[in-house]
């Protein structure tokens, strides 16, 4: 059964906007109708490791005492097969009104966050940070050494690679410019899920996210796909197999500076 679960942590100053942290919880992914080959299905398992940074960050945050007030919003779901499942084709309409054309059912995790970063918007933080295992484009592109995030705030840039110098996780930047955001223009709605053509695919992703965010708050999408599990040869404090809890240390030290 699906779930919007939401974090409150209050304990900075009255007047501070929060700093809002999202993250994806699809608890198991098969592809749904656009189902994914059965080699490697298992550790789909995975699929929800954006949330469990977001929420690792929140309870170290508490642990921690920080004086900041934080949200996190974690939208949590499975994408199976069924006969109430997206199908390609369907149009649905999100949280701030714009249309989505489901071009393939295995994009789902960007759906499910449209949302989430809608309700993140509509909570005026000064900060929204999405952690997301969203592409298997990242993968090609970093592996599963670097974390790439895409921001088009260059305040925001920096302070993240400032937090994940001190954190010992490795980040890196990513593109994300208009033209990515015209790939995700939709025939019969708004948007699509999918862009026309595989390439940039991780950056059209985030460029779909983009559509769903207050345009004046800083934002930065975390794909860490590469990332979120069995990296542990590259972490020193994560297992060799299973989650990496990556992201969980960059987040903490940006909430520790954050204003």
Not at 34 to 51: L, R, T, V, Y
Not at 163 to 187: F, I, N, R
Not at 238 to 250: L, Y
Request: charged share 20%.
């Amino acid at each position: 059964e699906p779930k919007f679960i939401i974090m409150e942590y209050k304990n900075g100053p009255a007047k501070q906007k929060p700093l809002c942290l999202v993250g994806k919880g699809l608890t198991f992914d098969c592809g749904g109708i656009s189902i994914k080959p059965s080699a490697g299905m298992e550790e789909m398992k995975f699929d929800m490791c954006g949330s469990a940074a977001v929420i690792g960050a929140m309870r170290a945050i508490a642990n921690l005492g920080l004086k900041v007030n934080a949200i996190a919003l974690i939208p949590s779901t499975e994408n199976m097969p069924g006969p109430a499942a997206n199908k390609p084709g369907d149009i649905r309409k999100a949280r701030n009104g714009k249309s989505i054309e489901i071009n393939n059912t295995d994009a789902e995790g960007r759906l499910i966050l449209a949302d989430a970063l809608c309700y993140a918007s509509e909570q005026k933080p000064g900060m929204i940070l999405d952690a997301a295992t969203l592409t298997g484009a990242m993968v090609i592109a970093l592996g599963n050494i670097h974390t790439g995030f895409y921001t088009r705030d260059n305040n925001l840039r920096k302070k993240i690679e400032t937090a994940a110098t001190s954190s010992g996780e490795l980040v890196w930047p990513m593109p994300l410019v208009d033209d990515h955001s015209k790939d995700m223009k939709g025939y019969y709605a708004d948007v699509t899920n999918l862009a026309p053509s595989r390439g940039a695919g991780s950056a059209t992703a985030a460029a779909f996210l983009e559509y769903f965010v207050d345009k004046d708050i800083p934002w930065a999408h975390f794909d860490v796909a590469g990332t979120a599990w069995h990296a542990g040869n590259r972490l020193a404090y994560a297992p060799k197999k299973g989650a990496s809890g990556c992201m969980v240390r960059t987040f903490v030290e940006i909430a520790k500076t954050y204003k």
